[in-house]
């Protein structure tokens, strides 16, 4: 009898230990009266959403459970098992532009603050990339393709241990008895559920996916072998991270069950918050700007059809665009004339940005999105090379780098290109160095653009699977958006001048002063001659003027060989940039040298980017012997010379890049 009590005793203690710290398993169906620790963009909605991210731009949500839990068996010190699932949603703005994804975590620390956005899905900085003093493990249901992290694809999940370079991942789909493997796209505003399990004895991490409509699949998409005994503390947060970069998303989720050392509830799927249903401030100004003047249209067209059919045309007319079969598979960029026209306020004068070297620029605002954008209107003709520019320029729009200017998309007209780029909100590098004088860049700026356009330009040459050659670097070819970092822009685009052209002469495209010498003999860009004119821009911040001033003294106007000249006489650091009142002389040295280099008349002197940048890292010595084999950049005549000044005045004046053929002839266009 007594042992009987004293079984029933334990039993009940037992029961209550448990109770007293519920910690081990909880359901939530909706989000309404948890007190999870938010932050970022993460909002209870209040329909009990939790929503990670609002649709803007650049931004981090995070959720976790209010406190750590102990994750590992106190006597054996293994990790245990546990069990969770969970429903999210991803709904983007734009469709086929989304944020980042949606990530599972299980961390040491709760704060992730300090993370990054967009590929680093709010998990990681670069400076704790990599270290496994950070703890954290993610299951990530990751919507776009960094190939920075090695991603196998845009849609896929992965099991991240500290880091963002997958160890495992897989194509997001699920298994479906009977029919086999059936895709999953994450990002499309379906509801989908996601179950992830650990077992402590087989060391095995499941993750399975499945739309919310179906069962859990009997097989998992993930199941992979990983030991998280030593990888985890004692105690460990849980809950989920998500960003967006460029494209805005919100990222939802609806319900969350939980548990450690056994097996996870089932979500209560008919308790679940709906998704709002979201009728914009936009849509709605819209409606009243256009809803309202069409029921006057009606009223009018009762009053007399012809006027309003008269103006019908008109409308059309005016915004009409071209549109082929062949630009559907480009849907997702296509941005239509009228939302261009509205954006930039008709081309107004008011939001002319400037002119390029490949048509006019202007600052626009997206209706829906209130997105600031820069337009860049080309002029074409008919060309029968349309075609595969459009694919090409829509193929290098997918390349994300924050040292690169995003492409966001394009419209065609009849003889017109429209190009929709990210707003830079500090403008073109030339208008800083040169231009406002009042407003200088001081060395510690300039060093840092000097090594965001040295990244951007390394991704270009051999972060991608394909090469891209620039073919046009220069000072207002680069960017500087609010934290004034430098952007390459205009990539990819002069290649407009390859397409369609007279086959008879190769057109050689830059800007003088930036050009390679052996690409106006061969006519042939290069990742070589990029780094030539990289080299001309590194000249260009040091020593604060142009790569040709034609108003110098004769041995000063051609930068590159006066630089060299002061190196020969062993005073080099007499070309910097006299308005520059305070910088380090080592570094000043460092980057006059490396833009000689760059700049090298021999191709194959000159370093590749990834050279450039361990340079600039001080990862490598620089071979300054490779100075001492130098020729003249230019052998110029006296006759020469007043056609070159004649040529390069004439470029500068009207700021449009100066194409010459292959005979020598200057072909301005
Ligand atoms: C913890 O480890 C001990 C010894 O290895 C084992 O007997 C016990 O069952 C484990 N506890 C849990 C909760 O797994
Ligand atoms: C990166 O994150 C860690 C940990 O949150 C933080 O201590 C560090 O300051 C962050 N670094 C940067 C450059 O933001
Ligand atoms: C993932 O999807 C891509 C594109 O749909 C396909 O080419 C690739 O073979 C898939 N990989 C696997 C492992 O299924
Ligand atoms: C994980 O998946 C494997 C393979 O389907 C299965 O044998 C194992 O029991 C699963 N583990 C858990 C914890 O669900
Ligand atoms: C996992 O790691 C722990 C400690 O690092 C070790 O004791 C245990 O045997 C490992 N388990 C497996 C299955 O390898
Ligand atoms: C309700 C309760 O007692 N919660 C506790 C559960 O255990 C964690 C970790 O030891 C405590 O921080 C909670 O206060």
Redesign the pocket.
């Known amino acids: 009898m007594i042992r009987l009590i004293f079984l029933l005793l334990i039993t009940l203690l037992m029961i209550t230990a448990d109770a007293s710290n519920d910690t081990t398993t909880f359901v939530f169906n909706g989000f309404a009266s948890t007190n999870l620790l938010l932050d970022g963009m993460a909002v209870v909605t209040s329909t009990g959403l939790l929503q990670l991210t609002e649709p803007t731009e650049q931004g981090m949500g995070h959720a976790f459970f209010p406190y750590p839990l102990p994750f590992k068996n106190s006597s054996s010190g293994a990790a245990l098992s546990f069990s969770t699932s969970f429903i999210f949603s991803i709904v983007p703005r734009y469709p086929d532009l989304t944020g980042h994804g949606i990530a599972f975590v299980l961390s040491a620390s709760s704060d992730l603050s300090h993370a990054l956005p967009s590929q680093f899905i709010g998990l990681l900085n670069r400076t704790n990339l990599g270290k496994p003093s950070n703890h954290l493990i993610a299951v990530e249901l990751d919507t776009n393709y960094s190939p920075e992290f090695d991603d196998?694809?845009d849609n896929h999940v992965g099991i991240d241990v500290n880091s963002l370079r997958s160890l495992y991942s897989?194509?997001a789909?699920y298994f479906s008895d009977g029919v086999g493997t059936q895709?999953l796209i994450l990002e499309n505003g379906n509801l989908i559920q996601v179950w992830v399990e650990y077992d402590q004895f087989e060391c095995l991490l499941n993750v399975t996916l499945a739309p919310l409509e179906l069962q859990k699949p009997s097989v998992p998409l993930l199941s992979s072998f990983i030991n998280l005994s030593s990888l985890i503390t004692d105690y460990m947060h849980i809950g989920f991270s998500s960003a967006i970069g460029s494209f805005p998303t919100s990222h939802y989720l609806f319900g969350w069950s939980f548990a450690l050392n056994g097996r996870a509830e089932a979500i209560d799927l008919s308790l679940l918050p709906r998704l709002p249903i979201i009728i914009s401030k936009s849509k709605l100004q819209l409606l009243i700007k256009y809803g309202l003047p069409a029921i006057a249209g009606v009223i009018l067209l009762v009053a007399g059809i012809g006027t309003c059919a008269f103006i019908g045309i008109r409308r059309k007319i005016k915004f009409a665009e071209l549109l082929e079969d062949w630009e559907r598979e480009h849907r997702p960029q296509r941005f239509s004339y009228k939302d261009l026209y509205m954006a930039t306020k008709g081309f107004g004068e008011e939001e002319f940005l400037g002119a390029g070297g490949f048509g006019r620029v202007y600052k626009g605002v997206l209706p829906r999105t209130k997105a600031q954008v820069a337009v860049k209107k080309i002029s074409h003709e008919t060309r029968h090379g349309m075609r595969q520019f459009v694919a090409e320029i829509i193929s290098i729009g997918h390349l994300r780098h924050r040292n690169l200017v995003q492409l966001l998309g394009y419209c065609r007209r009849k003889g017109e290109l429209l190009l929709v780029y990210d707003f830079m909100p500090n403008g073109s590098l030339d208008q800083l160095l040169f231009d406002k004088p009042e407003s200088m860049l001081d060395w510690k700026q300039r060093l840092h653009i000097i090594r965001g356009v040295a990244s951007g330009l390394f991704y270009l040459h051999e972060g991608w699977t394909q090469v891209v050659i620039h073919r046009d670097i220069k000072a207002s070819n680069i960017l500087l958006d609010a934290e004034l970092n430098g952007r390459l822009g205009d990539f990819g685009l002069s290649r407009l001048y390859d397409h369609g052209s007279d086959p008879q002469t190769t057109h050689v495209v830059g800007t003088l002063g930036y050009l390679a010498p052996e690409l106006t003999r061969t006519g042939k860009a290069t990742t070589s001659t990029d780094v030539y004119a990289f080299g001309g821009f590194l000249l260009e911040m040091a020593c604060g003027r142009r790569p040709v001033e034609t108003k110098a003294l004769p041995e000063e106007m051609i930068l590159v060989d006066w630089v060299h000249d002061n190196w020969k006489k062993g005073c080099i650091l007499e070309s910097s940039d006299r308005n520059l009142l305070k910088f380090s002389a080592v570094e000043m040295e460092l980057v006059l040298k490396l833009g000689l280099l760059c700049s090298h008349p021999k191709p194959t002197c000159r370093p590749r980017m990834t050279q450039v940048m361990q340079v600039l890292d001080g990862d490598a010595a620089l071979p300054e012997e490779l100075l001492n084999d130098w020729t003249e950049s230019f052998a110029v005549g006296d006759e020469g010379l007043e056609d070159l000044i004649n040529l390069v005045d004439s470029a500068f004046s009207n700021s449009m890049a100066a194409s010459i053929d292959s005979s020598g002839n200057r072909a301005e266009r």
Request: no cysteine; net charge neutral.
């Open positions: 196998i694809i897989a194509n789909s895709n």
